[in-house]
């Protein structure tokens, strides 16, 4: 135990799937050698604990723009990467802004990293047993979150905060191994950081298809998504003439240049795409492509603290928004909202938690939420959120349907 947090040098259970944003290359060959964990609550500054953890293991988290065509050893093992997830409460620590209500999964770390070597054959985890999966209970109830909505309208009329993120919370019990269930979650169509990782007594699965950061060959990239629609014709015309979701999405789009613009060490930041249309399973959304040059040195624990929590699952400003997600949401945003993805030698990939889940010994979570702006209609804005978390629920209970 050092300050709080731990490190551990050990050999974890085998992976019970590939981890998020894991290199192709690897072709699912990883052996956890140590990992790092800590706790809101812990002592330290968890940017720069999970720096330093990274660091002692030959990865470049002080510059994040050099590269290097050789895997780095450590003793008698060859390190391809480490696999890193930042909780969105961990992300608003380091930001210095206001903490929600309290985590659902409090047996998950905060901040956790594993770092791994390639092994020839890893086994596959199980972790025993049909899997069985009870009712869901919502953290609140569709009127209570129309109210909610109302509540931020009436903020904004204030002149609070110009866009505030919603998130609800479900739960329900389960039985046996969730392993498959996991990684039906983890393939759904267009998750490109469609992956597992897993601790003592929890595992988390994402379908995300957001980009929170990206340094790569000398920049750095996000790709915020904003705007949804059902993914028919109809729903791709209608979210391209909406001017809501437009405003909605240009905010989040500013609200990311002005992160990157703050981030010592990166040249002009500039817009590559602006509102491009994609698909996630059923439906459609908005992402664009902000980018900056990397001029100077740019260490992981400035870059985590400027752009975590992300802009699209907060709002604008974000401190501000932040106070209101406090105040408003009844469940803690535990492993949604927050990072997760892969730290290699010659890139850095972390996916924003959004259309995730996590597993601990007796539930299995889900949550779900959208962008609140003057002109949401409350109704829309639950069904929207009822529309992104249903796929992930559909895979859970191993569902066909037409989002896979």
């Known amino acids: 135990m050092v300050h709080g947090t731990e490190i551990n040098d050990h050999s974890p259970r085998p992976p019970l799937g590939v981890p998020p944003g894991a290199p ?42 050099r590269t290097d065509d050789k895997n780095r050893t450590f003793g008698d093992s060859t390190i391809c990467g480490a696999a890193l997830y930042v909780s969105a409460d961990a992300g608003s620590v380091m930001a210095g802004g206001t903490v929600g209500a309290a985590t659902p999964v409090p047996g998950i770390p905060d901040v956790y990293a594993v770092v791994y070597e390639h092994t020839p054959k890893p086994a596959r985890a199980a972790w025993g047993g049909a899997w069985t999966l009870g009712p869901w209970r919502e953290s609140w109830t569709r009127a209570e979150h129309a109210n909610a909505v109302e509540e931020v309208r009436a903020a904004i009329g204030r002149g609070d905060v110009y866009q505030v993120n919603m998130v609800g919370h479900g739960s329900a019990g389960y039985t046996g191994d969730p392993g498959p269930a996991l990684r039906r979650v983890a393939a759904l169509r267009g998750a490109r950081y469609g992956g597992v990782l897993a601790g003592d007594g929890w595992a988390l699965a994402t379908a995300s298809p957001e980009t929170l950061v990206e340094v790569r060959d000398g920049r750095v990239i996000t790709r915020p998504i904003k705007g ?25 789009v500013d609200l990311e240049r002005n992160d990157l613009a703050r981030l010592p060490g990166t040249g002009p930041v500039t817009v590559d795409e602006l509102f491009a249309v994609r698909r996630w399973c059923g439906l459609w959304q908005a992402e664009s492509v902000v980018s900056a040059p990397l001029r100077a040195q740019v260490g992981l624990a400035d870059l985590l603290r400027a752009v975590c929590p992300g802009g699209s699952v907060t709002g604008a400003p974000k401190l501000a928004a932040l106070e209101r997600i406090a105040a408003l949401e009844p469940a803690g945003r535990g492993v949604s909202m927050g990072a997760v993805g892969w730290l290699g030698h010659d890139h850095l990939d972390l996916g924003l938690t959004i259309r995730t889940v996590a597993v601990d010994g007796a539930r299995v979570h889900t949550w779900a939420g959208g962008g609140i702006t003057a002109d949401s209609d409350p109704i829309a804005e639950v069904d929207e959120a009822a529309a992104k978390v249903a796929p992930i629920r559909a895979a859970l209970a191993g569902l066909t349907t037409g989002a896979a």
Do not use: Y
Request: some cysteine; overall charge neutral; aromatic content about 4%.
């Open 24 to 65: 192709t290359a690897c072709q699912a060959r990883h052996h956890a050698l140590r990992d790092f964990r800590w706790h809101q609550g812990d002592p330290g500054d968890p940017a720069e604990l999970l720096s330093d953890f990274l660091a002692a293991n030959g990865l470049p988290v002080r510059n994040l723009g």
């Open 228 to 252: 949804t629609r059902p993914a028919t014709e109809a729903g791709r015309r209608e979210l391209l003439a909406s001017p809501k979701e437009r405003a909605e999405h240009v905010m989040i």
